[in-house]
């Protein structure tokens, strides 16, 4: 009985030890698709997303959200895209480059943070992935992450309203910061409301390597236009001032 209850010991810390590995990832969903537009020109479109190992509970689903961007992609961005400039009869090419940073990958949650180059314009997002439960591989977004919404959840309006709720509360928590902080150079216009429009907490935000939210204003937000701003938030913290 006591040699049954140490292996079951064992294997309950294996199991547990496993569980807190980090993902491995795999080789990267990347490559070049070139368009030609003119005889001068081309839409050259280069990408790269993580993958990850499918035997895991969350891989599969992981590796399906990208799969399905690059899909996308291939079958409608591209395309469009190509058409447009190809009316503009551009002189040189047009070059997209999107690639991302893994920004969190604990046992919990594995978040990515891509960005997109196109000329001087660079854009980005935040991508965290459950590991864990039900909904392992699902994307989480911020009521969830903070347990304001349960797994699961139907009720449109329920899902609204704590939504619309972490939103102005992030985004308090956010212009505070702004306002205090002088190490933050933001454009000298830059009012509260601007932030209705440009910054969508519940979606605007990667995990760092502790599994707190880091926040972010898209370039374009700081006095250097080219400048992600940040703002880490520990999740504690946020819950304090609900």
């Known amino acids: ?18 569980a807190a590995e980090p993902l ?25 997303y993580p993958q990850v190992d499918p035997t895991d509970p969350s ?12 899909s996308d992609a291939r ?39 891509t960005d997109m180059k196109q000329g001087d314009l660079e854009t980005f997002a935040g991508h965290t992935f459950s ?17 304001m919404l349960e797994s699961g959840e139907t009720d449109t309006w329920l899902q609204d309203r704590q939504t619309a709720r972490a939103n102005d509360l992030v985004r308090e928590m956010v212009w505070d910061r702004l306002a205090a902080g002088k190490d933050i150079q933001t454009r000298a216009d830059l009012e509260k409301e601007d932030l209705d429009y440009g910054f969508f907490p519940e979606e605007d935000f990667y995990l760092d390597e502790t599994g707190n939210p880091v926040f972010y204003l ?14 880490p938030i520990t999740i504690e913290d946020i819950l304090d001032e609900m």
Request: glycine share 6%.
């Open 1 to 18: 009985m006591k040699r049954a209850l140490c292996v079951l010991l064992v294997l309950t810390a294996l199991v547990s030890r496993a």
């Open 24 to 48: 491995r990832q795999r080789e990267d969903l990347a490559d070049t698709v070139t368009v030609a537009l003119n005889d001068r020109a081309s839409y050259v479109y280069t990408y790269a």
């Open 59 to 70: 891989g599969e689903l992981i590796n399906s959200f990208y799969q399905y961007r690059v």
């Open 75 to 113: 079958e409608f961005e591209i395309p469009m895209n190509a058409d447009y400039y190809r009316t503009q009869d551009p002189a040189e090419d047009i070059r997209v480059e999107i690639g991302y940073e893994v920004t969190c990958n604990g046992e919990d949650y594995f978040s990515v943070l």
């Open 131 to 147: 590991r864990a439960g039900l909904r392992a591989g699902s994307s989480v977004a911020l009521p969830y992450l903070l347990g």
């Open 218 to 231: 898209q370039p374009g937000f700081a006095e250097d236009s080219g400048r992600l701003l940040t703002f």
